[in-house]
């Protein structure tokens, strides 16, 4: 799992199998007994990395002030979205087009970071530090909106980071 990670944040979806069994050391067939399907092998990367942005929502909250806490994972989910480079928009194609995947998969992933993000907003518009109007889905959408228009910027993730930022504080100047 170590090598197939890695191999994805370098290759993106289209990594293959055989090159994963060829680097980690392994044979294909070892490879194909655990993961019968390249779609199974990257439903199972991304679950593991959306755990990982989940856990780091819980961690924030424990460490941090709630609105900062909240700008944070924001800036996290923006970082999760430009490292996996189109990777959940394919494995969910992948998934409609019935390739051996989890037909849930979609709705279980964006499940865990609505309820994930939906903690830190909660906890952010309880102190008053956020409006409590504004429900988690647009927010999500609103990072995800950004992460995409980033990623052939050559430091995406900044530049994801630094439009985030824009739209939390608006135009007005810094104080």
Do not use: Y
């Amino acid at each position: 799992m170590a090598i197939a990670e890695v191999l994805v944040a370098e290759q993106g979806a289209d990594v293959s199998l055989e090159e994963v069994a060829r680097v980690a050391g392994v044979g294909s067939a070892t490879l194909h007994r655990h993961f019968p399907s390249r779609q199974l092998l990257l439903e199972t990367v991304f679950k593991g990395r959306v755990a990982a942005l989940c856990a780091q929502a819980d961690h924030r909250a424990a460490a941090l002030p709630p609105e900062t806490a909240l700008t944070e994972w924001l800036h996290d989910l923006g970082a999760h979205a430009v490292a996996n480079r189109g990777l959940g928009a394919s494995l969910l194609r992948s998934a409609r087009e019935e390739t051996g995947g989890d037909p849930g998969f979609g709705a279980t992933c964006h499940a865990m970071i609505a309820a994930a993000g939906q903690r830190l907003l909660d906890r952010a518009a309880a102190t008053g530090a956020v409006r409590s109007d504004v429900p988690i889905a647009p927010l999500l959408k609103l990072v995800s909106a950004i992460a995409t228009t980033t990623e052939d910027d050559p430091d995406a993730t900044a530049e994801t980071r630094r439009l985030i930022t824009l739209a939390l504080t608006g135009l007005r100047p810094a104080p």
